[in-house]
């Protein structure tokens, strides 16, 4: 029996806004927003007339909030225009800037047209996992919301161990948050407080995770840089931010995945989009 197939394209942060905000107490000096546009708009022309891949994933941090309930949704609702060009099957994780300013995650569920943001979809015979953050408003919204969104609920927790156990085909999962243990050692983001980086319940997680014998990886954004780890047997890809100012020469850099799966087989390749800076 021939072995089933399925082509993705992965991308994460694309942290879009119209200019750049002011006094919303993150740090932006990394992000070039500006480029957020148009390198959507490369993608997206990429993934329809190049690559036509089976199914395309964004891991969440659509906007750079202002940390202002109005301007975020209406940034949420520009960027979501954008992201229905896409011609494939498309899923999104929330991250924590498009949550910062939310008292729940439905106004932007809402957005989406999700009736959930933790959720599984079957395609080619493979088990697409989403998982969703949820919105604690007792936790504070410094850096970026990380405190308020850095966990997965207790439903969704039970969910995920349901969903995983009912599931016989190979299976691949994506979250926003890291959940393989790192030191972030060398992260300009988070080599100073590398668990802002992480899922708060991750060990939570990779207890159900560690019981699916149909995992074949798990992928995360948020941290901004790309790297591959392994923990438990598990294979975790972290992909970096779209518009990540990487080396610190004013250009972003445009990191996607192109992901073939055959079968038990994954392949991850790196790539990188190019505006031609300064032509």
């Given amino acids: 029996m021939q072995e089933s197939k399925c082509k993705l394209v992965i991308f994460s942060d694309i942290h879009y806004a119209p200019e750049k ?3 919303n107490g993150s740090i932006i000096d990394r992000k070039l927003m500006e480029y957020a546009v148009p390198l959507l708009e490369q993608l997206t022309d990429k993934i329809n007339n190049d690559i036509k891949p089976d199914i395309a994933i964004n891991l969440g941090d659509l906007v750079e909030d202002f940390n202002d309930h109005d301007k975020d ?3 949420l609702n520009f960027i979501w225009e954008m992201l229905k060009n896409i011609k494939v099957p498309f899923y999104s994780l929330v991250g924590n800037h498009d949550l910062r300013s939310m008292s ?7 957005i989406m047209g999700y009736e959930h943001s933790t959720f599984s979809v079957n395609m080619l015979g493979y088990h697409f996992v989403f998982l969703g953050l949820d919105v604690n408003e007792t936790l504070g919204v410094e850096f970026g919301g990380i ?7 207790k439903e969704d927790l039970e969910w ?3 969903d995983l156990e ?14 393989a243990e790192d030191d972030m050692k060398g992260n300009w983001w988070f080599a100073k407080s590398p668990d802002h980086a992480l899922l708060g319940n991750r060990k939570e997680v990779k207890e159900i995770l560690k019981k699916d014998k149909n995992l074949l990886a798990v992928f995360s954004g948020h941290q901004h840089w790309t790297k591959k780890k392994v923990e438990d047997g598990i294979r975790y890809y972290v992909v970096g931010s779209l518009t990540e100012n990487i080396h610190d020469d004013g250009i972003p850099d445009g990191v996607y995945f192109e992901v073939d799966i055959e079968g038990n087989q994954i392949e991850v390749k790196e790539c990188h989009l190019d505006l031609n800076m300064g032509e």
């Fill in 147 to 153: 405190f308020k969104t850095q966990f997965i609920s």
């Fill in 166 to 179: 009912r599931n016989n085909l190979p299976s691949v999962i994506f979250t926003h948050f890291g959940i």
């Fill in 160 to 162: 995920l161990k349901n």
């Fill in 73 to 75: 949704i209406i940034n």
């Fill in 21 to 23: 905000p002011i006094n």
């Fill in 104 to 110: 729940s995650r439905t106004e932007v569920e809402s």
